[in-house]
């Protein structure tokens, strides 16, 4: 059953990450320039690629360990 349940965390991190990237750039957070397409789960969401950014959204949601 772990197995089952890491793969099931690392989905729904994969999706909060999508939805958090999706929401800045709609929101106009950071400008839309830097924002790149990315392709998951059959549809096209935006992803800001730079580490800064990512680091700041893992300290929101925080490490997949902390999920299940």
Do not use: W
């Given at each position: ?53 990512r ?8 490490s ?5």
């Amino acid at each position: 059953m772990e197995p089952f349940k890491e793969a099931r965390a690392d989905v729904i991190t994969e999706f909060i990450e999508a939805a958090i990237h999706s929401i800045l750039y709609v929101r106009g957070v950071y400008p839309a320039a830097i924002f790149k397409p990315r392709r998951k789960y059959g549809t096209t969401s935006k992803d800001c690629p730079f580490i800064t950014t990512r680091d700041n959204l893992q300290k929101v949601y925080g490490s997949k360990s902390r999920v299940c």
